[in-house]
């Protein structure tokens, strides 16, 4: 080129012309050439991408790393899933999230062996994809289908003087408890996260112990719900029993009067409150306040994020009718129990943190609020001191503001239900303490949790912790897990009820001095 450019002067007007017109187009095509030398500092495919398949819970987290100056202007605007080779599912994004490595959580339904492939688009060239194949499941959790009586409930390790029994059982997927006044006892139940979106739904039960033996027999359990999305909270108040379901609120009315009259046959209920429907941590828990109020755990719909609903990832209160709710606690990622203090009326609740952070953080957090309106830190500030990797980038995602954990339960433990003791059967240590319910890890290496424990409290602060049960996860056996406690209750002896979804029992703990 440059040989033709520089013998101009014995050319003829035409030639010149020619040249000229040659000339523009190589400074095109070096602008060209320069331009294409310039865009891949700006347009890449992302950098890394990797999958973690969570078997328990059914779900594919797409780990994405994408280093971008302008997030909402370049970003990773699509990720398809395949699994073995078929489209699955295909999630659009406008923006993506501040840090440049971020996790998108998918519900998947794969079992071993299935091969599962994610793509991630860049919105300006490129895409970068990732592979695996799902193992075995990592917890080798034991087949629901156990009778009671073969549980190995000499597995449990208690204090001295403590007992466990069953007190319940045949109740599928058992999960939060309820109790009136006259001690009818209520049960929630939760699907396993795989089949959460079933059409057939599950049930309610109501428990009347009606010759007081501290178990119930087959004649004193009752169905008083069938077909219910997900209803895995109960609550009790002036006669009605409340149910929250994923997707709505609803009464039972009068309801002990039907159980006397006619065994509590299932009957339309009232419906309090339509919700939002996450299946993501979208299993509500519910709870009266010393207020009146009924109060509603909102899980945020995902493992970490920004959401757009103001509701997602809170603690709401609205009168029992349903009206006037209005958001008592924020930032809060996944509470599933909440009580009390009946020496303060103040609320404490658990809270389970995010994952994905590495074997021992977060901590999953027991926490004290004592006023409405407080931040508890999701989704930017985890445990009270680490701002979140992934979004915590932004000079405004700190702890300052955040109220810190009451008390550090430990990573993973996922601690669900938990209540006051008030009861005069446990020796005087646990009075006053906050008793917790570990439903366990399940991305853990090591897996922790499984137990029922004792934050103990001293001038309304947490001061120690004490565990009262564990063994349903068996170290003797390869870290076999049997059996899940999902909620704590005590009955009018003063003993502890405990609920497994794992094998569908309530357990019954009791003390004695002899
Ligand atoms: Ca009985
Ligand atoms: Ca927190």
Wanted: one cysteine or more.
């Amino acid at each position: 080129m440059n040989r033709v450019m520089h013998k101009p002067k014995t050319l003829g007007a035409e030639a010149m012309a020619f040249c000229k017109a040659k000339a523009f187009g190589a400074i095109l095509l070096i602008l060209l050439v320069q331009l294409l030398l310039l865009l891949p500092a700006e347009a890449h495919p992302p950098s890394q991408v990797s999958l973690n398949y969570d078997s328990a819970n059914q779900s594919l987290q797409v780990t994405t790393t994408h280093t971008v100056s302008n997030p909402s202007g370049h970003y990773v605007f699509k990720v398809d899933v395949l699994k073995n080779g078929e489209m699955v599912l295909t999630k659009e994004y406008t923006s993506q999230p501040t840090g440049s490595t971020f996790t998108y959580d998918y519900p998947v339904n794969a079992t071993a062996g299935d091969v599962l492939k994610a793509t991630a688009y860049c919105s300006i060239a490129g895409s970068r994809s990732a592979e695996i194949t799902v193992g075995d499941v990592a917890l080798k959790v034991m087949q629901a289908e156990e009778e009671a009586s073969d549980l190995p409930l000499e597995k449990v390790r208690l204090p001295p003087g403590f007992k466990i029994e069953i007190y319940a059982e045949n109740l599928t997927y058992a999960r939060s408890l309820a109790i009136s006044p006259n001690g009818t006892l209520f049960v929630g139940t939760r699907l396993p996260f795989e089949t959460l979106d079933s059409p057939n739904g599950l049930a309610v039960y109501a428990i009347v112990d009606k010759n007081q033996n501290h178990y119930a027999e087959e004649n004193e359990i009752f169905t008083v719900a069938e077909g219910l999305n997900n209803p895995n909270g109960v609550a009790f108040r002036d006669g009605s029993l409340y149910v929250a379901e994923i997707d709505r609120i609803i009464r039972f009315e009068d309801i002990e009067s039907r159980l006397a009259e006619d065994g509590g046959k299932p009957f339309e209920p009232v419906t309090v409150k339509e919700l939002p429907q996450y299946l993501l941590h979208g299993w509500r828990y519910i709870g009266f306040g010393p207020d009146g109020k009924l109060y509603l755990a909102m899980g945020a719909a995902c493992n970490v994020c920004q959401h757009n609903d103001e509701l997602n990832g809170t603690i709401v209160r609205m009168n029992p009718d349903g009206s006037d709710m209005e958001v008592f606690a924020k930032g809060v990622r996944n509470s599933v129990g909440f009580d009390w203090d009946p020496a303060t009326s103040e609320m404490w609740f658990t809270d389970n943190g995010r994952d994905l952070l590495g074997n021992d953080v977060p901590s999953d957090e027991l926490n004290h609020a004592p006023v409405a309106g407080l931040d508890f830190g999701f989704p930017t500030c985890h445990s009270g001191s680490i701002p979140d990797p992934d979004l915590g980038s932004n000079e405004n995602y700190t702890c300052n503001q955040k109220v810190p954990p009451a008390w550090m339960l430990g990573p993973h433990v996922a601690p669900l239900g938990m209540r006051f003791y008030s009861g005069s059967m446990l020796p005087e240590e646990y009075q006053g303490s906050i008793i917790i319910a570990e439903h366990g890890s399940w991305n853990r290496d090591k897996p922790i949790g499984y137990r029922v424990a004792a934050v103990l409290l001293k001038n309304n602060t947490a001061v120690g912790q004490q565990i009262i049960a564990e063994g349903w996860l068996d170290s003797s056996a390869n870290d076999t897990v049997w059996g899940r406690p999902v909620d704590v209750l005590s009955i009018d002896d003063g003993s502890l009820l405990v609920s497994d979804d794992l094998n569908g029992v309530i357990y019954r703990i009791s003390y004695s001095q002899n």
